[in-house]
């Protein structure tokens, strides 16, 4: 079965939902890896967004392009 196409403008309208609320984060990092954090939508600009963990281990902001939610490399979830 053919997933439906999204179009990356979607996914910006699906980001933009969400700036300065809370977010659930999962990334794949490969070979059966995931990482799973919570944190804060901190700065969406045009080419990619940032959120900002919750967690005191993660030093700083993580970044993340549009594109990678559109391939599904970054799945996002408002809490």
């Avoid at 990356?8 to 300065?20: A, L, N, R």
């Avoid at 900002?52 to 594109?67: I, Q, V």
Wanted: aromatic share 8%.
């Amino acid at each position: 079965m053919i997933k439906p196409t999204k179009k990356i403008s979607d996914v910006k309208q699906m980001v933009k939902s969400c700036s300065c609320q809370r977010v659930a984060v999962k990334v794949n990092l490969g070979r059966n890896k995931t990482l799973s954090y919570s944190g804060t939508l901190s700065g969406i600009y045009p080419a990619l967004f940032t959120v900002k963990p919750d967690d005191e281990g993660f030093l700083g902001k993580t970044a993340y392009s549009y594109s990678d939610v559109l391939c599904g490399t970054v799945k996002i979830k408002r809490i």
